[in-house]
């Protein structure tokens, strides 16, 4: 079964900053990747799919790119209602998320 | 807007079972494929089951193959998930989520609010 793994799986950053999540696929899955953000207590939210493409009402900050492997979710100039934990997501296999990134205040 | 509630969540003993309802409105629920996802407290997301937008085809995390059934009423637009057998690590927040296909899984774009399983004696 194809397996997601992010990294880093915590993440401590600023206000302003530029921030990267990578996510390794264990093989190829072309561009069928999202990400989610999960705030506490919340239900998680769609944020990108298919590598790239920003689902509707999302900031423009958020941004994703990658295919085959290797993805990435950017968030170009954090701001306070960023700070959530993070999820990749792929249906090639049954074995759908990557184990998350918490993103902190520093 | 699309609004997703699930409801039958409780305490259970373990062996019990324990069927989860998840009430769809906001959207044409009979066109598109169905999830549940679970979440442990202070866990990631682990997917349990799909079902496709008919109800012909259903897909099991192996964690639950045979201990669960995913079905769906599309006269009364709600989701379902049969619990039997249930176990101490079943203990988590369900969350019914809708696809964006009808027949495979895609992805999650949108979720209820989630309904607690607690499974303890």
């Known amino acids: 079964a194809i397996q997601l793994t992010q990294s880093p799986s915590s993440l401590s950053a600023s206000v302003g900053d530029r921030v990267t999540i990578t996510c390794r696929a264990s093989q190829g899955i072309s561009s069928a990747l999202a990400w989610y953000q999960q705030k506490p207590g919340k239900a998680p939210k769609l944020l990108i799919y298919?590598?790239?493409s920003l689902e509707s009402g999302v900031p423009s900050r958020f941004s994703g790119s990658g295919s085959g492997t290797d993805f990435t979710l950017t968030i170009s100039s954090l701001q306070p209602e960023d700070f959530a934990t993070y999820y990749c997501q792929q249906f090639n296999s049954f074995l759908p998320f990557g184990q998350g990134t918490r993103l902190e205040i520093k | 807007q699309v609004q997703l509630v699930e409801s039958g969540g409780g305490v259970v003993q373990p062996g019990g079972s324990l069927r989860l309802s998840c009430a769809a409105s906001?959207?044409?629920?009979?066109?598109?494929?169905m999830h549940w996802v679970r979440q442990a407290p202070g866990k990631g997301l682990e997917w349990v089951a799909f079902i496709r937008y008919d109800g012909s085809n259903k897909y099991y995390a192996d964690s639950v193959k045979g201990r669960f059934t995913i079905s769906r009423d599309n006269s009364k637009n709600t989701l379902y998930l049969q619990m039997n057998s249930l176990r101490a690590e079943d203990t988590t927040v369900y969350y019914c989520a809708k696809d964006v296909r009808a027949a495979l899984p895609a992805r999650f774009d949108y979720w209820g609010q989630g309904t607690l399983v607690t499974v303890s004696s």
């Open positions: 906001g959207f044409t629920f009979s066109s598109y494929g």
């Open positions: 298919d590598a790239s």
